[in-house]
């Protein structure tokens, strides 16, 4: 049985770490969040410590070094984006393993200097990545591999998540926390393209404000067109009133089916990691360096042919 830390416990994602940490039959030792709202902890592991303070937090878990029995082996973060980097050295150099939700962090300078820490700590850390996980995205992965034709996949991206207006008020709706809805929603889609077609080769930005963009991938296997928002008022007519997401990718036209199948990724992931088998900093790589081109990128539009149809009444 292990023994892990959560930081961010309060989080939405937060939940499906504490069932993973559950499921595998290992110890959730303490949590930390600066609010409070954390009573789903009494439904999957009510004897763990809880501290809103960083300071009180991270000088418990040192104490908890004292003993062989009790000392930490990972560190769980579900924190805001904008905290990813802190809140992984802080549990490198507690001399934890940590497991980081996504995006790992933003920006590829920020990914080489965790690599400097886990050479100064001897840890290691791990991002979940969950759709490599999926048995659709598997199934598509090694059909893709198994076709002798060299021409590209032509393939269609569109996630639709509406949020709320309380969205812009939090954390995920400013910026510099988030780095944007590219980044906040959509950056482990841009890892399963990688994982499914290969290197990317260009990046091109259409369309982008603060609560939709859209642009064109290419890989080494496939075109894409890729089209995420926030904005409810993007729902298909099909779906609108029905329900608040729209999630549809195609490749040659057919659609892939995976809208199920979501609920135990995180736990496989746990099961994965634990078996040393998980997703480290350069398996993040190519999405960090993906996400970040994407927020840098200036508006360029090739050919109309690129264009997501969502998209082309924006631009």
């Known amino acids: 049985m292990k023994n892990f830390a959560l930081i961010g416990a309060s989080g939405y994602i937060a939940p499906r770490h504490m069932k993973a940490i559950k499921e595998t039959e290992n ?8 609010n409070d709202s954390v009573g789903i902890i009494d439904s999957i592991s009510p004897q763990s410590e809880m ?10 878990a040192h104490t908890l070094k004292r003993d062989a029995n009790t000392q ?23 001399g934890c393993d940590v497991i980081c939700e996504k995006p790992l962090v933003p920006t590829v300078e920020q990914l080489d200097d965790l690599a400097l820490v886990e050479k100064e700590t001897g840890r290691k850390v791990y ?28 393939v269609e991206l569109t996630y639709i998540t509406s949020r709320g207006k309380w969205y812009m008020e939090s954390w995920k709706g400013d910026p510099r926390k988030s ?33 939709k963009a859209s642009g064109y991938l290419e890989y080494e296997k496939a075109r894409v067109r890729w089209f995420l928002s926030i904005d409810a008022s993007d729902l298909p ?25 979501f609920t135990d990724l995180h736990t496989v992931s746990y099961q994965e990691i634990l078996a040393g088998r998980g997703y480290g900093i ?10 970040e081109g994407i927020r840098k990128g200036k508006v360029h539009i090739e050919s109309e042919a690129e264009v997501h149809p969502f998209a082309k009444e924006l631009i």
């Open 282 to 291: 350069e398996d993040a790589r190519h999405c960090v360096q993906t996400v």
């Open 27 to 34: 110890h959730l030792s303490v949590c930390f969040d600066i």
């Open 127 to 154: 991002n979940i990545l969950q759709l490599r996980h999926h048995q659709a995205i598997l199934d598509l992965k090694e059909q893709v591999a198994k076709a002798s034709s060299d021409e590209k996949h032509e």
């Open 237 to 261: 007519d099909s779906v609108k009133g029905k329900q608040p997401t729209f999630r549809s990718i195609t490749c040659d036209g057919n659609e892939l089916e995976f809208s199920g199948g």
């Open 51 to 60: 501290f809103t303070e960083f300071e009180r937090f991270y000088d418990f």
């Open 179 to 211: 780095f944007g809805v590219a980044t906040n929603i959509g950056v482990h889609f841009f890892d399963m393209l990688h994982f499914i077609f290969g290197d990317l080769q260009r990046n091109d930005l259409h369309f982008m404000n603060e609560d």
């Open 72 to 94: 930490l082996d990972y560190v769980s973060v579900c924190s805001p984006n904008y905290l990813h980097h802190s809140h992984i050295t802080a549990g490198l150099r507690l």
